[in-house]
């Protein structure tokens, strides 16, 4: 006869009946199933491996006693289930559970302390307002964090500790009490909460200010972010993939949002000016927004120029428009200026020809390409 385990042996003297379910029948336990995948997207997945059992165990019965005490429930009409529960009037008033059992192989009894939490130190989303803690920059001088949030230092700082803040407007990075770096938050309410439950503490005051106010901006805030175009010329904003100029390749530009405009500054000087891809309700949750404290910088003293190659028909085309030069200029590489109202075109500084611009598109290549003949 095989031994009585001590799951049974509670269950009899309890009075308990079980009932075992058909193997691979995952359907008739859906309702423990269902706070089996609640827990692991609540908790598990957010806060990641624990430190050791007794936090894990801690951080748990928080989360449980938070479940049933405060998170309320679209089956129960959003009430919480301990405002729901009703002792049966035939339940035992001291069950038999054995007392001092520790089963060899089971990690020690933890301490009451930390198995059932108070109810005063049980935090919930809307309990954290900000939180700090510190990180160790990794070798690539970037901090990850949820909800894709990342913080990119430089490798400048890799190993250093820095203290992090955080709310849902701003991400703040301090070293040795200095603030180093200040982006926008995308981080929500829950991503809080798990950095709390992983960690990271309760913040004092705001080391710096705050990267974008706490309500969304009205529609006239000016909002600036950076970017670095890569290689091919784009860069990404708001899942926008748009093409800079060719002149802007590898360097990082600040894109400045005011209205239906967005300009790109480079270096200090106004680069390019194209329309805004990016709504003004939607500009605030943008990663690294923040709100501009600086008049539009002018643009350069020279206008921009463009080399185009003069093919045999005379035909060019510049910033999404086709110019026409007498065919007797095929070969030559002219220089086209590029100014507010006329396409400047010279050839040894010499002007060919003055034409009138037909939309404000900037151009994308400002080289001439050169075709080797085979």
Known sequence: MPAEVMFERICRENGITTRL????????????????????????DRVGAFADHATAQAAIDAWVHAYNHQRPHQSLKMATPVSMFRPSPAAAPNPAIPVQVNPIGLPPKIPQELVTPNAKTVLSEMDIRAIEWEAIVPPGGRLSLPSNCGIKLGQAYAGRTVTLWADERS???????????TRGSRLSATDL?????????????????SAMPALPPPPTTVVEVDRTVNR??????????????SNLIG????????????????????????PAPIPPDRRAKLSGARISTQPLPPAPAQPPRAERRVPANGEMMIARQRIHLSPSHAGKTVTIIIEDTHFRILHNEVELKLVPRKNPSQPIRFKAIVRQKK
Request: proline share 7%; net charge positive.
């Open 21 to 44: 379910t058909k193997p691979r029948s995952p359907t008739t336990t859906g309702k423990i199933e269902r706070w089996h995948k609640t827990l692991r997207q609540e908790l598990l």
């Open 171 to 181: 991400i703040h990075v301090c070293l040795d009490g200095h603030l180093v770096r």
């Open 193 to 209: 909460l798990g950095l709390h439950l992983k960690g990271a503490r309760l913040a004092g005051p705001e080391p710096g200010p």
């Open 232 to 245: 091919e010329g784009r860069f990404a904003l708001g899942g926008h993939n748009i093409q800079a100029p």
């Open 251 to 274: 360097k990082q530009v600040t894109l400045r949002l005011d209205g239906y405009l967005m300009h790109v500054i480079c270096g200090g000087l106004l680069a390019a000016t194209m």
